[in-house]
């Protein structure tokens, strides 16, 4: 996601290119794409020119969405778990005092996760590395290399 957001704007990014970026095995990532997805955090694009981008700007997706997209509900431990169908009923829960503690937890990750954007794990791109990312046209070229 954060390679989605660096490429933000600039069209889709193909799985193979982010594989390579990050390291990461491309089937990898299609499994993790098939999630996002279905949260409409990406959208793909067929064709030679296809792949993926953000379905929305970095800043509109919380990091919580897109844990959720991955992981599921936020759950530190089963019995605390943010989702009340996936949250296991517990025979000791109602003397349990350490679930007080898990739910606390939850709470604390889960305030972290939707307070920072996608946007917050995305440098800002400067001036020369969106001059990098655009094709320099042959005349832009010779101009600069005659003014110097």
């Known amino acids: 996601m954060v390679q989605l957001g660096r490429h933000y704007g600039l069209g889709p990014a193909s799985l193979a290119e982010i594989a390579a970026e990050e390291d990461l095995p491309r089937a990898y990532l299609e499994q993790l794409v098939i999630n996002l ?16 981008e953000l379905a929305r700007a970095p800043e509109a997706i919380t990091m ?26 517990c025979d000791r829960s109602a003397r349990c005092t350490v679930n007080v503690l898990w739910v606390r937890v939850r709470d604390a990750v889960t305030g972290a996760l939707d307070s920072m954007t996608l946007a917050d794990l995305v440098p800002p791109r400067t001036a020369a590395a969106a001059a990098a990312t655009t094709a320099v046209q042959p005349s832009t070229l010779q101009g600069a290399l005659t003014s110097s």
Do not use: N, Q
């Open 37 to 52: 997805r279905e949260a409409t955090l990406v959208t793909s694009t067929r064709g030679a020119h296809g792949g993926y």
């Open 64 to 89: 919580a969405e897109v844990l959720r997209a991955l992981e599921g509900p936020v759950a530190p431990m089963l019995c605390a778990s943010e989702d009340p169908d996936h949250a296991i009923g």
